[in-house]
């Protein structure tokens, strides 16, 4: 399946783009895109906190992704 | 009830505490917090603020109802900037009415603490000699 992967701030330098497409096996959790964003972009496990939301949300790792999902990656956040 | 938006110019602090002052409240906070000019002891040359705006907003109204439920909040309104910023302008402004001022104060601090961790807004500070996104490493 496939979901739109969102990135912010220094991971959007990390990953070049802000928009990635990303193809998924079916049933894939959070955990799993996770460990392939981070595997492809290792210096995402630099950073202080990485948190991940799907459709708007803050996800846990078991959270189920469906087709056209959208993934947000969120690095430690500095608003205010 | 919470006036919950994202500029990309400048703020209006005066627009916030009129909406909050509607109705006869009691007390009115107002936190607004600036572009400062130097990070440890680097000049700051300007800011760039980035926000996921839907999750953003949807963040903030969340903090806001929290604060309604939690200090009895009247009304709120947090603006916040996105985009390039000078020193001094403001990047966010945060006004906050309640009947009695103890619970202003606390609601209105409550806000800006909780922005500050889970709204997802990114801050770059942009030095003479290189630039740097704001807590992104340990």
Known sequence: ??????????????????????????NAKLADLRAE????????????????????????????LKENDEVA???PVAGG | MLEIK????????????DFVSEGGVGAINVFIG?????????????LE????APMAIAEMEKIARQAV?????????VHHRVGTLEIGEAAVVIAVSTPHRQASFEACQYIIDT?????????????????????AHP
């Open chain 2, 49 to 52: 603020y980035e926000a996921y």
């Open chain 1, 37 to 64: 964003l981070e595997a492809k972009f290792p210096a995402l496990l630099e950073l202080a906190a990485l948190r991940l939301a799907v459709n708007s949300e803050y996800a846990n790792g078991d959270a189920v």
């Open chain 2, 69 to 77: 439920a939690q200090f009895g909040a009247l009304k709120i309104a």
């Open chain 2, 115 to 135: 922005l500050k961790q889970t709204v997802p807004i990114w801050k770059k500070e942009i030095f003479e000699d290189g630039e740097i996104w704001v807590a």
């Open chain 2, 34 to 46: 600036s572009v400062r000019d130097h990070t440890q002891g680097k000049r700051v040359v300007r």
């Open chain 1, 1 to 26: 399946m496939k979901i739109s992967v969102l990135a912010f701030g220094i991971a959007k330098d990390i990953t070049g783009q802000r928009f990635l497409d990303w193809e998924l096996g079916e």
């Open chain 2, 6 to 17: 994202l500029f990309e110019r400048p703020l209006d602090a005066k627009h916030c505490i």
């Open chain 1, 73 to 75: 990656i969120i690095p």
